[in-house]
């Protein structure tokens, strides 16, 4: 039996009609498939940990990134040790994962789900005061977490509300102090922002580590520290073409296991939510996860 889980709030709220539309595809193969529709945020990782998942041969998640955090952490929080393999069909707004795959529309997607591919997917195991928190795509911390929260406020402006957010905390240019650790290299002082991507791409399409790989067995740090103003303009231009890689101001470290300690608490980026704080510690977990290419 197929599991479909659909956030019918996704992107621009295509999920619905996409997963009607798979449905009567997979049925058409004699496929048998189970239906479940998101009813708040939060719900596919209540749903998933709870759920006996012996008779699932494959999980579709009809939805975005966020929706794909949703249904890792459920996964990982379920105690079976029988997990089905996992595919995302591209119907966020971002699709970062997907873009990695190259897999950009729902008939490519479709044609990948039904062939049934299955390598490995690392993930970031997120330790904090309170909770534990599993991510996928990237871990930020400064600069790129502020406007990711911006962002979200803005959502009336539509698209365009990412780069009106990135230029006002730009001109901002806020530091923050911080200790962090990126396996045995240590670094205290202040920092602009810190970004640990087990996927090469994040948000809409940017390739924000290049020839990062998500099932190496390592995650791709990116450190700023402490710049200029017109520094940090002339480096965010560059993040939708990958050349930011080739900037003096920018540190890449190959890790497995990342650390940061605040004097206070500090929001902290997962997946594209803003959800977690600092301080904490973040592991690798190796081929946690069977994914459908």
Known sequence: MILLLVNPVSGNRTSRSVAEKLEQELHKIN????VVFSQHSGYFIGCLKEKELKSYSKIGVVGGDGTF???????????????????LFPCGSGNALCHDLAILTVETALEHFVKGAVTRLDLLKITMKREVIYSFNILGFGLVTAINRTAEKWRWMGDSRYTLASIYHLLRNKSHTAKLKVDAVSYS????????????HTGKGMRMAPGSVMNDGLVDVLIVKEVSVLQLLRLFPLIFSGKHIYSPLLQIVKAKRIEIETPAPQAINIDGEIKGSTSYQAELMVGALELIV
């Open 69 to 87: 955090h949703e249904v890792v952490n459920g996964l990982m929080l379920n105690p079976s040790s029988a997990k089905p393999p996992v595919f």
């Open 31 to 34: 496929e048998v498939v189970e």
């Open 189 to 200: 002082g202040q920092l602009c922002f810190v970004l640990a991507c087990n996927t090469e």
